[in-house]
């Protein structure tokens, strides 16, 4: 009997073990992902991520983000939430990349002062939904770095340490030269807790 316990654990370990899952066994496939076209207006790119929240499993965490793919069909960019908040305020411009500011160890004060010096959000809401319509996603969207692509084949080890290294929301899946999904961070978090979780069984 104490041998069987220890086989059980054992092999609980090997399950949970990071080198036994592939970013393909987390991956979201790229047809059930969000995507618009680089023409495309900042609305129809919103609008393109709602449609992909109804369709997607009701289960699974909602996607942040849209692909956005050239005339040949080929994925050049990322479109996150963050993006559609910048790019409807382009002052930020002014001032620089707001993630490398607020990460730069400027006091919050300091933070807030730059909304009033440089009078950011001031437009009315009806200014923002006129720009929604007009603005093109090629013009703020995120084109991915080297460092935002990964192997469908990698283990999750290999795709964690990516992930925090870069500091990435998600990852760009590819096999062979073609993107064939997204590796998000939501998705690998959630499966670590899975992993913590067994651990208190």
Aim: net charge negative; charged share 30%; proline share 3%.
């Amino acid at each position: 009997m104490y041998i069987d316990v220890q086989v059980f654990i054992y092999r609980k370990r090997r399950e949970s073990d990071l080198k036994n899952y592939t970013v393909k066994d987390l991956m979201v496939k790229l047809s059930e992902y969000a995507t618009v076209s680089e023409d495309a207006s900042l609305f129809d790119a919103v609008a393109s991520l709602e449609k992909a929240q109804e369709d997607f499993d009701k289960n699974q965490y909602p996607h942040r983000a849209v692909l956005v793919y050239d005339k040949n069909k080929k994925i050049v960019g990322k479109l996150g939430m963050m993006d559609v908040l910048i790019a409807l305020e382009p002052k930020y411009k002014q001032i620089g990349d707001p993630a490398v500011l607020s990460r730069a160890g400027f006091s919050p004060q300091f933070l807030m002062n730059l909304q009033t010096e440089y009078s950011l959000w001031d437009k009315p809401l009806e200014d923002i939904c006129r720009k929604a319509n007009e603005m093109k996603v090629r013009d703020f969207m995120h084109a991915p770095t080297e460092g935002e692509y990964v192997k469908e084949e990698a283990t999750l080890d290999e795709a964690i340490h990516q992930i925090v290294a870069g500091h990435h929301q998600s990852l760009i899946v590819t096999s062979r030269d073609d993107i064939v999904g997204i590796l998000r961070l939501v998705d690998v978090f959630h499966k670590i807790w899975e992993a913590i979780k067994e651990c208190q069984i």
